[in-house]
């Protein structure tokens, strides 16, 4: 039991870390094709969805 408590742990964590860096990454590649202005409503975008996303995650697990 501890062991697939562990193995799941590494997991998590290797797909969080992956999550976020690929997540950076194309954030930091459309937000320099698109300029500027447009670049930075993007990034408030991705921001606000992201709140959202984990509001309502937050929402499913209290209900659940």
Known sequence: MIKEIFSDGIFSLFNKICYFGFKTLAIILV???LGEQVGGDFIFLVGLL????VVTD?????FS
């Open 31 to 33: 937000t320099r094709s």
């Open 50 to 53: 992201e709140v959202l996303r």
């Open 58 to 62: 937050f929402g499913v697990d209290i």
